[in-house]
């Protein structure tokens, strides 16, 4: 989208995190976020981890979404290398149900700061919309898109529930 440039970098720890990851990448495509999708391992490749955080500033991008699970040391580690707002997304852990990669991407020590969501899907899409409002501070076309998508969103809403269906 728009040329090389991308606002908004999609960062995971592997490629089991792109079940969930994508859901913010799909969120970001449906408000017209330029985007890239990356796999960066804060364990399985270090030098790749910190030759992107070093350099996701002068690349271009203005936010970074990062997702992990387990030992979910990748949003802090870049936020540690960047000065960039760094989303985390806790992604769904098999053995603990992403309760190890919410704890491990949340406390974060005074200083450098994580912007922590919620565990999965719902994680995910919310780092995209707070990512996208951010960039709407200074966009009023997205500052719209936004406002569009809460109005068709509450619109969406039933009053009543549909009777279940067999
Ligand atoms: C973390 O380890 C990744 O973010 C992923 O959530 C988890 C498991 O990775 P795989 O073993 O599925 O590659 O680094």
Known sequence: M????????????????????????DMLEGLGVSHRALIVSAHRTPERLFEFGR???????????????????????????????????????????????LLSIVQMPAGIPVGTLAIGRAGAVNAALLAASVLALSDEVLAERLEAHRRAQTEAVALAPAPETA
Do not use: C
């Open 2 to 25: 728009s040329g090389d440039r991308r606002d908004v970098a999609v960062v995971m720890g592997s490629q089991s995190d792109w079940a969930t990851m994508k859901n913010a990448a």
């Open 55 to 101: 350099g996701a500033k002068a690349a271009g991008y203005r936010v970074i979404i990062a997702g992990a699970g387990g030992a979910a040391h990748l949003p802090g580690m870049l936020a540690s290398l960047t000065p960039l707002p760094v989303f985390g997304v806790p992604v769904e852990s098999k053995a603990l149900s992403g309760e190890d990669s």
